[in-house]
Structures are given as structure tokens and as C-alpha cells.
């Protein structure tokens, strides 16, 4: 069954507050040494100890500390560099409340490049029901687009969809299969439903379509003569 999804995504992040977070578990810092180190870093920028700490809270479901389903495709995503559609995908299997955002955004841009925070608060009302949480974690989802350079904030609440990003690494295309997966509650996809996947608006994915992706957690799988499909195997579902 789909997992409930949960909100949990209720703080804004800059591009460097990730990287750094990234590059202290990417050089094996303990979890404990990292939450320290972590907090110091933010000490400038966000002085008031609570906004820290929640800050970190969030993080640490991404990079620090994910769930067990979790764990190995964070482990894959340390091998990587901290490009944008690495913590992206993080973002989306960690909080599927984040994929919804993203969701929501790319289905609104690919009508306009120009969209407002209003419809897309308005939207998710529609999915989350009317609630200050809502609001507050949105517009923190939205200025975390932001901040990684997908967005462009015209003021007023007012956003232009940034160029796509080209994927060049082939190395993260299990990443964006698995995330995709997870973040929708499933468990399989065809691939051209990931390929065309509105959470991931920001980025050109068209490799996905000549790629085979078949490893411990993913088996590829063809119905017919032309659907294709990827599957999370049994035991990491």
C-alpha cells in the first residue's frame, strides 16, 4: 500500500546549507559529529537555536539518517556530487510532501513558465486540506526551488520556471528511477511515466528512455512490445 504521506518538509534550505550536509556524510561523519558540525554551520545565518534545530531535523531524514528503505539509495547518492538532481531526488523520497510541491509546480509551468504561489498553495489546500502547516511548508518548498536555482522568484509571489537542467551523468539515473518510485507510493512505473514525471520539471531526462537501468533494487521489465516498466524488488519496497 502507499505510505502516508506526511507534510515533514517545514523548512526553507539553501543550495550550500545542502552540499555542506551532503559532503560531511559523503566523507563518513558520524551521525552524531554531523548534527554538531551541522548547527555550527547554520549558526550565522539562522542564529536562533530552535530554527536550527528544526532545520536539521529535516535534513537529517535526507542525508543524515534516512529510513531503512532509504539508506542504500542515500549511500548511492554520497558517490555522486551534490548536484541539484541529487538532492532533488533525496528530497522527493524522503518527503513525497516535497514530489507534491514539485508536482503541482511542473504541471502549472508546463502551461505558463510564468505561476504564482496563490495557485499553487490553492492546489495543495486541494490535496492537504486547508491547513496553516500547508501554507507555511509550501511556501518553504518554494523558496528551497528557489534556492536551487529552479525557480526564479519574480516578487510578490510571483515565479518563472528556470532552463531545464541537462542530465549528463548516467550514474544518477537509478537515483531518479528509484526516488520517482518511492516518492509516488508505488511500487513500479512504466518508464515513460517517469521520463514525463511533472516532479521532475526542472530536469531534461530524455537518456531515460535509451537507458536499461537492472541492479539490486530495480529490475526492468518489458508487457507487450512496447511498455516498459520498472519494478523495486521485494525486498526493498
Known amino acids: 500500500m502507499p505510505r502516508k504521506i506526511e507534510i515533514g518538509f517545514d523548512r526553507y534550505f539553501k543550495r550550500p546549507w545542502m552540499d555542506y550536509c551532503f559532503n560531511l556524510m559523503a566523507a563518513g561523519t558520524d551521525r552524531k559529529q554531523a548534527r554538531e558540525l551541522f548547527l555550527d554551520f547554520l549558526m550565522e545565518e539562522l542564529p536562533g537555536k530552535d530554527g536550527r534545530r528544526k532545520t536539521f531535523t529535516v535534513i537529517n531524514r535526507i542525508w543524515v539518517s534516512p529510513s531503512e ?42 502551461l505558463d513558465d510564468r505561476l504564482s504561489k496563490k495557485q499553487i498553495i490553492r492546489r ?47 550514474q544518477i539515473l537509478p537515483l531518479i528511477v528509484e526516488a520517482t518510485i518511492r516518492a509516488n507510493g508505488k511500487k513500479m512505473m512504466p518508464v515513460k511515466e517517469i521520463v514525463q514525471n511533472f516532479p521532475l520539471f526542472p530536469f531534461r531526462l530524455h537518456q531515460l528512455s535509451h537507458e536499461i537501468i537492472d541492479n539490486d533494487r530495480i529490475e526492468y521489465a518489458r508487457h507487450g512490445l512496447d511498455k516498459e516498466i520498472y519494478i523495486l524488488k521485494n525486498q526493498y519496497r
Open 124 to 170: 495543495l489546500y486541494e490535496k492537504y486540506g486547508d491547513r496553516e502547516i500547508v501554507e507555511r511548508a509550501g511556501r518553504h518548498v518554494l523558496r528551497t526551488f528557489v534556492e536551487l536555482g529552479v525557480l526564479i522568484s519574480k516578487g510578490r509571489g510571483l515565479y518563472q520556471k528556470a532552463e531545464k537542467i541537462q542530465i549528463v551523468n548516467k
Open 69 to 110: 528503505e532509504l539508506t542504500a539509495l542515500r549511500d548511492d547518492a554520497l558517490k555522486l556530487r551534490p548536484d541539484t538532481i541529487v538532492h532533488w531526488v533525496m528530497c522527493m523520497a524522503a518527503y513525497p510532501f516535497f514530489a507534491s510541491v514539485a508536482e503541482i509546480t511542473g504541471r502549472l509551468s508546463s
